[in-house]
């Protein structure tokens, strides 16, 4: 007989334990797994080694609301990130759950059994092995781990030196007096750039287009005062809203003055590059947060621009060559290392094969409810985070809303519950409003989502606490079946312990 269990998560990342943590804290009762196909905690912050990997965003937002960030760095490195979100399973004793080399290959719904039957494979020995669970939540990240981004480039087999993608990085890569090129500007690019620098003979940022780019202090000053003399909850939780607020102001003065937002970030950058044509490599073709804004932190790019160990050219390629890369213009740019930072292939809850009551069902078929759910698909969630702010944000606040649905569940019986697409004047568009080259090129595998509530993913912290931490569960399109021990009512959330338990 399959083990069972009353949740199964997917992924041991961070989305995975902060997962963990809400379960076992606002649920006790219930039984619970991690399945993670790796053989380490961590998900991103294990997987990618590249020079300087670090977070995108500040660490107040992108760490647990449960458990305060102490470094004094609020953009940190990969190392320190993995660092708390295995302390964060250690100290909670989420690790105990976790079964590692255990890859989710699909799940099968049965609506009688009311129960998913979940099939794995064994890492060590590819053996296939079946488990069972009442709700499956995913945390698997939305790219592919085994597979990166590389656009076929002529001539590639030509170059002499070594090609690797930064999703691969290993140790044995040297770059120290090398001279390298890194092709693309995005956020992978904008972060490995400056660090090679520091040793390598020269490095290259190659690039088609320009992306925006915005500079920060890695370290809050304000945060690192707060905590010198607040209650650490205390301190965390204002500087977490302080970022929050900050960012959201910053993202919709970005959508309604584009144009203005754009001229300040370009003049941003030519005062940290006197004489540098800005305009030709940093102002891209886009509006702002049309495409996520790359973060300098201290200013580290521009200060290896204008010290000489960095260049930008903005030009399209050609060909590799025996001895780097000509371009469209007939410029050559000689190497020993190129680095392409192409970007990541997107993939859709891990490529796990969803089957309802014997039927497939495939990701563009579903519609997200609440940016939580899909459309005829009974008691499954998974973690989608902010194109625009932290992920974990919207981590924290899926976690919240899973729980206080399964506390729901056990309170009036329910077995299962399923959003239903019951709006005849609902609209289908495309999954996430957002245009990186990444997002486009998987946009028609992806689910989609609604033309409004709550269908619609806004993108937007506030709306969301109000929406899955405040909102009526019973909401008229997510339908609950009772229990068979239970006659049928009809039930609408109330305000209760189960619902308002702090995220802590």
Not at 135 to 153: A, K, N, Q, W
Request: hydrophobic share 35%.
């Amino acid at each position: 007989m399959a083990e069972h269990f009353d949740v199964i998560i997917v992924g041991a990342g961070l989305s995975g334990i902060g997962a963990a943590y809400h379960l076992q804290e606002r649920l006790p009762h219930k039984t619970y797994a991690i399945f993670e196909s790796r053989d380490a905690i961590g998900g991103t912050w294990d997987l990618f080694r590249y020079p300087g990997i670090r977070s995108d965003s500040d660490m107040f937002t992108l760490g647990y609301a449960f458990k305060p960030w102490r470094d004094q760095k609020a953009i940190a490195d990969g190392p320190s990130i993995l660092s708390y979100v295995t302390e964060t399973a250690r100290e909670a004793g989420i690790d105990r759950h976790i079964r590692f080399g255990t890859k989710v290959k699909s799940a099968s719904w049965s609506t009688p059994d009311a129960r998913w039957t979940v099939e794995v494979e064994q890492g060590a020995t590819g053996e296939t092995k079946l488990f069972t669970c009442s709700f499956l939540y995913t945390c698997t990240g939305y790219y592919d781990y085994s597979e990166g981004y590389t656009p076929v480039f002529p001539g590639r087999d030509r170059f002499q030196g070594r090609v690797v993608h930064p999703q691969f990085w290993t140790d044995d890569i040297d770059y120290e007096n090398k001279r390298v090129i890194v092709i693309g500007s995005g956020a992978t690019a904008v972060t490995l750039v400056p660090q090679l620098a520091k040793k390598a003979a020269h490095v290259v940022m190659l690039q088609r287009s320009p992306t925006y780019m915005f500079s920060m202090p890695a370290e809050d000053a304000i945060a690192n005062w707060l905590r010198d003399h607040l209650p650490e909850h205390l301190a965390y939780d204002l500087t977490r809203w302080k970022n929050v607020l900050l960012t959201m102001a910053l993202y919709q003065y970005s959508r309604r003055k584009p144009e203005a937002m754009a001229g300040k970030l370009l003049h941003l950058i030519q005062k940290q590059l006197p004489g540098f044509d800005v305009e030709k490599h940093f102002k891209p073709s886009y509006k702002p947060w049309d495409q996520r804004m790359c973060l300098v932190p201290d200013n580290d790019m521009f200060a290896a621009i204008r010290e000489g160990k960095v260049g930008v050219v903005t030009d399209h390629i050609k060909t590799f060559t025996e001895k780097g890369v000509e371009l469209e213009s007939g410029q050559l740019l000689d190497a020993d290392l190129i680095v392409t930072a192409t970007g990541l292939k997107l993939m859709f809850m891990g490529d796990i094969k969803l089957v309802v009551d014997g039927k497939a069902i495939e990701p563009p078929s579903m519609m997200n409810y609440k940016g939580t759910m899909y459309s005829d698909v009974p008691n499954l969630a998974s973690t989608f985070g902010y194109t625009n702010a932290s992920w974990t944000l919207k981590a924290d606040l899926t976690a919240d809303y899973v729980c206080r649905l399964l506390a729901y569940m056990d309170k009036t019986g329910a077995r299962y519950c399923v959003p239903r697409r019951n709006d005849p004047t609902l609209r289908e568009e495309p999954f996430v409003d957002f245009t990186p080259g990444y997002i486009l090129r998987a946009i028609a595998s992806m689910p989609k989502q609604g033309s409004k509530r709550p269908w619609r993913m806004y993108q937007n912290y506030v709306l969301d606490i109000l929406t899955l931490r405040h909102g009526n569960l019973d909401d008229g399109t997510l339908e609950f079946e009772p229990s068979r021990q239970r006659p049928a009512t009809t039930h609408k959330a109330r305000p209760s312990s189960s619902s308002t338990v702090s995220s802590r």
